[in-house]
């Protein structure tokens, strides 16, 4: 999976005379169908400033001008990862900004289309309503963070708020480069859990509760491929590598992966001390020459793995783990 996708905001904090909020109702452009209410606003053009966008977003989605200089400064930040309904990975960082006006007629005429046929209703919320409502509120803590602003005080920074998505679910993985005498490099073939297309892998897996990195990949050694060592065998870790991907299944995942560099005789697999999950998924093993690696027509995962085990095999073993690319 490639690398999400930076999709910076600019959001309207619209209050007027008799203290009340405008928001809009409506679902957004993921795959939760469940609706919420939001400030107006959207992301930010090519070639804006923030604040140029959050004028133009004002204009396009309530009809109310201003020039950018009147929504200065941002009030508050909040950011975090979102799926989009089409399985794009998103990172978003959503820029409040706060202006007082008379009450407006709102005026949803130069809106963009698919913003409007997300639209379900708009209305002006007291800072009580916000308090007493059950629905949903982006941000959810809007009324903690308007009432000071109501009052005036602004903050000298901007009020860092919680992100309205779930976070990833963060686990750390241990993986081996498993290499015999002949400088041949052991891979298992199996369906990505992102995707379910097929790629090869290094043996190893997630760490297990209490465990270390060594400790989990000398358990996911002698679990995948019947090779029992000491944690302490195994050395230093060679490689790392992290990133946010999504599962097959719509959860956001954050991994990270440890690799270590292993030399064996050359061995017989067995894999009866493989999890049941992991061996209805295996489809094969085979050892890869550096050769093969390097021109292989199926993913192989980590995708700086030929570099890196040219530098490995050469016995040039790096003192500090070398970073690689992420690859889900």
């Not at 992100?163 to 241990?174: G, L, S």
């Not at 029992?228 to 990270?256: F, I, K, Q, T, Y």
Request: charged letters at 25%.
């Amino acid at each position: 999976m490639p690398e999400p996708i930076m999709r910076p905001t600019a959001r309207i904090l619209l209050v007027d005379s008799d203290d009340r909020i405008l928001l809009f109702q409506g679902q957004g452009p993921t795959k939760n169908p469940d609706v919420a209410w939001f400030a107006p606003g959207g992301g930010v053009h090519a070639g804006e400033s923030v604040v140029v966008a959050a004028a133009r977003e004002l204009w396009e989605e309530t009809g109310l001008q201003v020039g950018p200089e009147a929504l200065e400064p941002v009030v508050a930040v909040s950011e975090g990862y979102w799926i989009h309904s089409d399985d794009t990975l998103y990172y978003t960082t959503d820029h409040y900004f706060l202006l007082r006006t008379q009450t407006v007629t709102v005026d949803l005429s130069a809106m963009e289309g698919p913003e409007r046929s997300r639209l379900a209703a708009y209305r002006w919320w007291t800072l009580d309503e916000l308090r007493a409502t059950t629905d949903t509120m982006i941000p959810r803590n809007l009324p903690e963070l308007l009432e000071p602003l109501l009052k005036g005080v602004l903050p000298a920074q901007p009020y860092v708020i919680p992100w309205h998505h779930p976070a990833p679910v963060a686990f750390t993985a241990a993986r081996v480069i498993v290499v015999d005498d002949e400088n041949r490099v052991l891979l298992y073939r199996a369906p990505r859990l992102a995707n379910d297309h097929l790629a090869w892998f290094t043996p190893g897996g997630r760490l297990e509760p209490g465990e270390t990195p060594e400790t989990a990949a000398a358990r996911e050694l002698r679990e995948e491929i019947g090779h029992h060592l000491e944690p302490g065998d195994l050395g230093p870790v060679v490689a790392l590598n992290a990133g946010v991907w999504v599962r097959n299944d719509g959860l956001l995942m954050r991994s990270e992966h440890h690799f270590f560099f292993h030399r064996v005789p050359t061995l017989k697999v067995d894999i009866s001390g493989m999890e049941e999950f992991e061996r209805s998924r295996l489809d094969c093993f085979h050892w890869w020459t550096l050769d093969e690696l390097r021109s292989a027509t199926e993913p192989v995962l980590p995708v700086d793995l030929p570099r890196l085990l040219e530098r490995l095999v050469a016995g040039d073993v790096p003192k500090d783990p070398v970073l690689l690319a992420w690859d889900r």
